[in-house]
């Protein structure tokens, strides 16, 4: 489990799925049960507050993102201060983005190649496919028989939707593998213009990476 400082009022927990196991719990008791989500993420503050400017504090908030490998844990003391506290959330909301640009980043860098041939540098820029599902339960159904591990997955919410977002890394210069995907998807969920870029600035990001792997691991 790692933990670093945001700010004064804000700190972040990386929580590994190992650490959900050593606990006891799973991504899946914490979506059924409000005490256990409560009692679970007051333990963890304990754990990493060691200097108890948290714990004494008698409003904290916690938001929590999945991740392809467990959880993003985000513990902030509230104020008073409304305007203090959404200056707060602000920087919470800018703190994901950069991560994710970051990410984007470095994945773009890894596909950058070069040519053997005329010694040029060319840049594979990851194609994205979007997918629109009505319901979460439409999501799992799809996800159970998706059974390509090597696809990148990006799950979103947006508009009491779940919007999927495929890559496959694979093979980035052939449609014909990505249509195939989509074949199947279309079967549970609907084409959308929907595009990746504009969910990442407007959605909800849940799951990262490996959003359909996570998805048939916790929902078999």
């Not at 196991?21 to 799973?26: K, N, S």
């Not at 840049?123 to 009505?134: D, E, G, I, M, N």
Request: proline content about 3%; aromatic content about 10%.
């Amino acid at each position: 489990m790692e933990m670093e400082r945001i700010n004064e009022n804000t700190i972040r927990v990386l929580i590994s799925n190992d650490d959900l196991d050593a606990r006891g719990i799973t991504i899946l008791d914490l979506l059924g049960d409000h005490q256990q989500i409560e009692d679970f993420f007051y333990s963890i503050l304990q754990e990493v507050d060691t200097e108890h400017q948290f714990v004494d504090n008698d409003a904290v908030t916690f938001q929590v993102m999945p991740t392809g490998n467990g959880l993003e844990l985000f513990i902030s003391k509230n104020s008073s201060d409304e305007k203090l506290n959404s200056k707060n959330n602000e920087q919470i909301a800018h703190y994901i983005k950069n991560n994710i640009m970051q990410a984007r980043a470095k994945q773009r860098e890894r596909q950058t190649t070069i040519n053997d041939d005329d010694q040029r540098t060319t840049t594979k820029l990851p194609r994205w496919q979007v997918v629109q599902f009505p319901s979460f339960e439409e999501l799992v159904d799809y996800a159970r028989i998706q059974d390509n591990d090597d696809l990148v997955s990006e799950l979103y919410k947006y508009n009491q939707s779940y919007y999927l977002a495929l890559h496959d890394p694979e093979e980035p210069d052939s449609e014909s593998t990505l249509k195939n995907h989509l074949a199947l998807a279309y079967e549970y969920g609907n084409p959308t213009a929907t595009s990746a870029d504009y969910l990442a600035e407007h959605a909800k990001k849940i799951m990262s990476q490996s959003a359909l792997t996570t998805v048939r691991h916790y929902f078999k």
